[in-house]
């Protein structure tokens, strides 16, 4: 068969999978995105492998525009309105939730034996979070309050305080047992944390001038896409996190432009499909035999980075002033963990070659536990939070 029919009967094909996987989401206690991994997975490498060998070259694209559209919607979030609200809660659960998911995971792993080195990178990559698989289980399950408006603040900036602690511990790493006592690696999160936030602003003041001044419909879609792709696209070039990129843009809109709910909704009509692909490929990337090499560092480091985020958006929240719903059930619903977190395993493998294997297994084994029941415990604590109205 010749490679444009083929390819258009796949597209075709896993649209409607993302259709019944939506149906099965609104039935059983399955979240969509779990459905979607799963679905993926089955018909993946590991499963039946009946998806074309191109779906290798697709997914490092459709992850870039899935994820820049997911950070551009979680900016709009982020609002001056929202913040003066919202803004010491979310800072104290974000905050203290990153650093006692850290410490939970680097005390735990040294009391069971791990090598101190090893112990502070995966500590660094704990607080990771998935922002994608968040947001679509709050839109699926419809969930409206100050449960839900607080939950997407929170992973709207969580990575970027993860993204910081991982290169303050990695560089500590490098320095007490790595070679030589560079100061690289600091510097190369400074820049993804302070190139992104500049990306943002530079796309994002322009934009937010436009916005308002073309009016609804298409020629909306096209800017808001456009803008939206740019700014990833730069961001990748640049070598800056294009989930932050995506977020300080649409920050910047949601707080200068005249009718800034224009770009959002426009972004929010189209993102749909690109998530489906984005699921699936991801679903179909697990490998089943990082599962099965995690060990016993692995299990401790699922036990510990759980355990870690329960607590430490307890007491985030309880330094913050939030209520007891959102102090008990915040933890449960920042389970997710994703695409960041094996990025920067790879990035801490780069630097310890001889730690390579262990790294990447325990983050890919535990990503894969991640991903398929965080997003459940997700869609738990937004229905005890009494939000979720489905």
């Not at 905050?95 to 009391?111: E, K, P, Q, R, S």
């Not at 307890?314 to 209520?323: D, E, F, P, V």
């Amino acid at each position: 068969m010749e490679i444009v029919p083929k390819i258009l009967i796949m597209l075709g094909l896993l649209f409607l999978l993302g259709l019944l996987t939506d149906l099965l989401g609104r039935r059983t206690p399955l979240p969509r995105v779990t459905l979607l991994l799963l679905a993926g997975f089955t018909i993946g490498p590991s499963g039946l492998d009946v998806l074309p060998d191109f779906r290798e070259e697709w997914f490092p694209v459709i992850t870039d525009i899935a994820l820049s559209m997911v950070g551009f919607l979680l900016g709009h979030h982020l609002t001056l309105s929202s913040l003066k609200r919202r803004g010491k809660i979310v800072l104290g659960i974000s905050i203290v939730a990153v650093l006692g998911t850290a410490m939970f995971v680097l005390v735990g792993l040294l009391l069971v034996g791990v090598r101190p080195e090893l112990a502070l990178i995966l500590a660094g990559i704990a607080p990771a979070t998935a922002p994608a698989a968040t947001l679509d289980v709050i839109r699926e399950v419809h969930a409206k309050g100050e449960f839900a408006k607080i939950l997407e603040n929170v992973v709207a900036i969580d990575d970027a305080w993860g993204l910081l602690l991982f290169s303050v511990l990695l560089t500590i790493a490098q320095i007490l047992y790595g070679p030589g006592t560079s100061w690289d690696m600091l510097l190369l999160g400074s820049w993804e944390i302070g190139g992104a936030l500049l990306l943002g602003l530079l796309i994002g003041i322009p934009m937010a001038y436009v916005t308002g001044r073309i009016k609804p419909g298409e020629p909306t879609q096209a800017e808001a896409l456009g803008f939206v792709l740019l700014c990833g696209g730069l961001a990748i070039w640049w070598h800056v996190s294009f989930i932050l990129a995506g977020m300080v843009l649409g920050t910047t809109v949601a707080n200068l432009a005249r009718h800034h709910r224009r770009p959002f909704t426009a972004i929010e009509g189209i993102e749909w499909p690109f998530m489906i692909l984005f699921f699936i490929l991801a679903g179909a990337s697990f490998q089943i035999h990082a599962l099965q090499s995690i060990g016993t560092i692995g299990a401790a480091y699922i036990l510990f980075r759980l355990i870690g985020r329960v607590i430490g958006a307890w007491w985030g929240g309880l330094i913050g002033g939030a209520n007891k719903f959102i102090r008990n059930w915040m933890g449960l619903a920042l389970w997710p963990q994703a695409g960041v977190a094996i990025g920067m395993a790879l990035l801490a493998s780069q630097h310890f070659p001889e730690l390579k294997d262990t790294i990447l297994s325990v983050v890919i084994g535990s990503t894969i536990i991640f991903e398929l029941i965080g997003p459940m415990m997700t869609r738990k604590a937004l229905i005890l939070s009494g939000e979720a109205r489905q």
